[in-house]
């Protein structure tokens, strides 16, 4: 059976890939990674994890490239600006914090009304990406009050009058229906 550095270093191999970048789709510091991938080092080995990151990593790059060839540079830059601006945000929460007035959960919130105009988000699983990805990232915040929650969203969305989250409400349709299917797998 292979070993997960084995898997990583196929990986890396076959796609021509720099120890840098699979050091960062797997969060971890370059030199960590650099220890990790001598075969010298026993102790200090990769985990399975590390090899579902940089799988993940992986399929998020290709599911962009695909969307970029398909879409028209029109599509790519509302969903190149999303990335860029909650990967941003998330970044450097810890920076704008510290701004009077700035709350975290109302900086995501004009980044998914912001999606709501566009249509390279009709595409719902794209736009659950987003949202899922969004999601995730705010329950690595320590301050619960501030995170971005499918809840949160959902209510304000609800009381907006002043934009149609026709979007969203789809979103939500589809998470349901999603969770349905799971049930019934079981």
């Known amino acids: ?102 709350n975290l959960f109302d900086e995501l919130t004009k980044l998914v009304d912001f999606m709501e105009n566009s249509d390279v988000f009709s595409d719902i699983k794209l736009y659950t990406q987003i949202i899922d990805d969004i999601v995730f990232e705010s329950t690595l915040i320590d301050d619960e009050a501030i995170r971005f929650t499918v809840e949160k969203y959902n209510d304000y969305a609800l009381s907006d009058k002043k934009i149609n989250h026709s979007k969203w409400f789809d979103y939500i349709i589809y998470r349901r229906q999603q969770t349905i299917k799971e049930i019934l797998k079981d």
């Open 1 to 102: 059976m292979e070993t997960a550095r084995e898997k990583i270093k196929m990986i890396m191999d076959r796609l021509g890939m720099a120890g840098s970048v699979a050091a960062k789709a797997m969060n971890m510091p370059d030199s960590t990674f650099r220890k990790k991938i001598m075969p010298s080092s026993s102790n200090k080995s990769f985990t399975e994890k590390n090899h579902s990151d940089l799988v993940e990593f992986l399929i998020k790059e290709i599911e962009f490239l695909v969307t970029h060839k398909k879409a028209s540079k029109n599509d790519v830059i509302p969903y190149e600006y999303v990335l860029d601006r909650y990967k941003d945000i998330y970044k450097n929460y810890l920076k704008y914090k510290k701004q009077e007035e700035w």
